[in-house]
């Protein structure tokens, strides 16, 4: 596209860090790169918070009987293990980090469609995480992520009002995010920028843009009339009044099945991007790659019903969406397919961002595999409220978007803070996780075959030391965790200079200086060439 | 900061309200409108749970809707329709003088759609108000005689009003809102930032003013005509 960008030791240029200094001049600032950074110190925060929740989870359940707290208190941990990670974790990580860090550097933009919004969404984010840590602090809430009524708004003495209340901002954080990259995508494209030259990133976030303003006004609602009849002791869930707690699960679930593509399909965007760069290759099948995270985007608001086989929902709307839950795979293969068809004749280097992608295309599988599982009726009945479905979804959550999220942090880490980390260190990280999800999960399908019910603090001995395997895992995982954090907080300070590209990677964030400065581009750049023109091996033009 | 001295040097070639992420006022002009079409679609769905939960409820429990919406006022409620109505002539034309630069007609028109706001909100605190003194706010003060609800089974009455109370309530809050944006719009009109080339705070407020209308327009029927009565 243009000729590349002349290297200058970052600390003698002005860039978007270093432009201004002062507390300040971060908490006001609005600036795109600036706010990632302010989404990747909180989001991080909450992420150990949940993952602390995680940790007290799988050591309780290293004996048959509970190894550490009570029942009650075990309720109150695996809640606050989903709703933090799962509404102040996942939903943000990839839109708001590097969504937000890289929507404007890819388009081509010198910044989001609405800056000032875009600051606002992440006070939102900051409102909605104290109003769930008041509610941790003061007692905890025991409902599940789920807040199934009429326990939720009857039954529970736990603080259901705080945390429905964080939820229920924190939402309004996710739309307008989702919101600002879509006018962002549709009307800021740089010159030449068409929609099928985009990277496949932006096709990504685009479609989980729309599942995000289309889907959680619905959880919104629903979480408001939740705390609202809790707070007035009557409500349209109300079985006194004929309420049916039935619509609250179809309305809950209307919203978070489809939150379940809004944290896979960024972390599906990632993993193009790193495919193509560590293969040299385009993306094969560029455009069906696009029109799957489509079509992933539509198909997910027609599947909510499969969380309810066994909920008192009818039998043939059972049967519909047990159909239509067949049909989200075919996107979902395509996808799977297709980077795997990339690497096929590819110049592969083994990176560790490629690390991370390789590892998701795998756990992603199985993780979508188990979910056929589940989506079939007669299957579910057995499955159903098991550790096979909790490990079914932490391998799509977990192996696929922690991993695409990891992955991704390291891919654009050095853009991000114009320094390099240590490869060795990331390399043998990223192995360590994948060996640690995999001892942790992989013993959860099993104990969920063999009828473990999941949310219970105690089980029968026989499962004891599928159990421990699990929680030896989950340990590796945890350290697994750590070690980025460390590596990479020193990189910032002791990393070498990284340079514009060293990937040596396509896309129009690489053109830019790393750091870029805080303006993105000198001038914005013309586009004439589709994403991913790496020269094609056989040119032998590879090494 | 950064961003605004950066905006400060863009503003020597741009007219005033030009944001520096923009390449041009033509392009800023598109985005802020998109990005409230975008909000509205949210709206909708925000609406859309309480309008879904109605209708599956309504078609169960028929009798008891039916008995609960003859409690309302319809007088005040057609009224009221009337006056949301009004205002939306009144917001229109308001775009319309600030397309071609009238700042008094704007100011006026700015003004008029705002005191019909209000009154629309007098009227519905009154039909409130109504609804407490004769007891039917489910959860806070519901003791509604025996002849008033026609012997309708009171559970499902009681849910009508729970709707009736979410859905105006929710639909009250936005006119709210709504009356705040027009506030800072009539300041803004008056100080003159608005001009032919800068107008689209104007247009974007009105799309929202028009589509807090549309809501009542839906919600009008579904509670206060549903009764059976004419």
């Known amino acids: 596209m243009s000729t590349a960008v002349m290297e200058t030791p970052a600390a003698s240029r002005v860039h978007y860090l270093n432009a201004n200094y002062g507390i300040k001049s971060w908490l006001f600032t609005t600036d795109h790169k600036r706010i990632a950074l302010l989404w990747l110190g909180s989001i991080t925060f909450m992420f150990f918070i949940g993952g602390a929740a995680a940790t007290l989870i799988r050591l309780h359940l290293i004996e048959p009987t509970g190894a550490l707290v009570q029942p009650a208190t075990y309720n109150k941990l695996f809640t606050i293990h989903g709703v933090v990670m799962i509404f102040f974790f996942l939903i943000p990580s990839i839109p708001a980090v590097l969504g937000n860090f890289l929507v404007p550097l890819m388009v081509g933009a010198r910044d989001l469609a609405f800056p000032r919004i875009n600051l606002l969404s992440w006070y939102l984010y900051i409102i909605g ?137 960024p972390g599906m965007g990632v993993i193009s991007e790193l495919i193509a760069c560590f293969s040299r290759k385009r993306v094969f099948g560029y455009a069906m790659v696009a029109y799957s995270s489509m079509a992933i985007a539509v198909l997910s608001f027609l599947v909510w019903g499969h969380h309810m086989f066994v909920t008192g929902q009818s039998v043939y709307a059972g049967l519909i969406f047990s159909v239509l839950s067949f049909m989200v795979a075919i996107p979902s293969a395509i996808k799977v397919f297709n980077w795997t068809a990339t690497l096929y004749k590819g110049s592969i280097s083994y990176d560790a961002p490629m690390l991370y992608a390789l590892g998701f295309i795998g756990l992603f599988t199985m993780g979508g595999l188990t979910g056929l599982f589940l989506a079939s009726l007669a299957v579910d009945v057995h499955l159903t409220g098991t550790y096979f479905i909790v490990a079914h979804f932490h391998y799509i959550m977990v192996g696929g978007a922690v991993m695409a999220y990891l992955g991704g942090i390291h891919f654009w880490w050095p853009k991000i803070t114009g320094r390099l980390y240590p490869d060795g260190w990331a390399r043998f990280a990223a192995l360590i996780i994948f060996v640690g999800f995999n001892l942790t999960f992989f013993p959860q399908f099993v104990l969920g075959y063999l009828g473990m019910p999941r949310r219970y603090a105690v089980y029968p001995a026989e499962f004891q030391v599928l159990n421990v395997m699990s929680s030896a895992g989950a340990s590796i995982l945890g350290i697994g965790y750590l070690i980025p954090l460390i590596y990479l907080i020193w990189s910032i300070r002791y990393g070498p200079v990284a340079g514009p590209n060293p990937w040596g990677a396509k896309g129009l964030e690489w053109e830019t200086p790393s750091p870029p400065p805080t303006e993105n581009f000198e001038e914005i750049p013309v586009v004439t060439e589709e994403a991913y023109a790496y020269a094609e091996p056989e040119d032998g033009s590879h090494g | 900061m950064a961003e605004l001295s950066a905006g400060s040097t863009h503003a020597a070639v741009h007219p005033p309200g030009f944001h520096h992420q923009f390449e041009d006022m033509e392009q800023q002009h598109e985005a802020g409108n998109l990005g409230m079409w975008v909000f509205l679609v949210t709206e ?187």
């Not at chain 2, 039916?66 to 229109?92: H, P, Q, W």
């Not at chain 2, 108000?129 to 499902?156: C, F, I, Q, R, Y």
Request: hydrophobic share 50%.
């Open chain 1, 129 to 265: 995480a104290i109003f769930v840590l008041y509610a941790i602090l003061t007692g905890g809430v025991d409902t599940g992520w789920t807040f199934y009524t009429p326990y939720s708004s009857t039954y529970a003495h736990s603080q259901v009002i705080a945390t429905a209340l964080g939820v229920f901002i924190v939402g309004f954080s996710s739309i307008l995010t989702g919101l600002n990259f879509i006018v962002t995508i549709h009307k800021m494209r740089a010159p030449g920028l068409t929609w099928f030259r985009l990277p496949l990133f932006i096709w990504a976030i685009y479609a989980t843009s729309i599942i995000q303003i289309l889907g959680t006004p619905v959880l919104a609602i629903t979480i408001f009339l939740l705390g609202l009849e809790r707070l007035l002791h009557v409500g349209i869930f109300d079985p006194a009044i004929g309420g049916d707690p039935i619509l609250f699960q179809h309305l809950f679930w209307f919203y978070s099945h489809p939150a379940v593509y809004i944290m896979i399909l």
């Open chain 2, 44 to 230: 909708i769905l925000f609406f859309g749970g309480l309008f879904a939960s109605y209708t599956i409820y309504r078609s169960l429990y028929l009798p008891g809707f039916e008995a609960g919406s003859r409690l309302l006022d319809v007088k005040l409620g057609a009224t009221n329709t009337a006056v949301l109505i009004g205002s939306s002539l009144t917001m229109a034309l308001a775009v319309h003088a600030a397309q071609t630069g009238k700042r008094k007609a704007l100011v006026l028109f700015l003004l008029l759609t705002m005191v019909l706001g209000a009154v629309f909100l007098g009227i519905k605190f009154d039909e409130y108000s109504t609804k407490w003194h004769h007891g039917l706010v489910p959860g806070l003060k519901w003791a509604p005689d025996e002849e008033m609800h026609n012997n309708a089974p009171l559970g499902s009455v009681e849910l009508f009003f729970c709707f009736y109370f979410f859905m105006t309530g929710l639909h009250a809050l936005h006119m709210l809102i709504g009356f705040g944006i027009m506030t800072v719009m009539t300041v803004k009109s008056w100080r003159g930032e608005f001009s032919p080339e800068y107008y689209a705070p104007i247009e974007v407020s009105g799309l929202y003013w028009h589509f807090v209308d549309i809501v009542w327009i839906f919600l009008f029927p579904l509670l206060y005509l549903i009764g059976g009565r004419y």
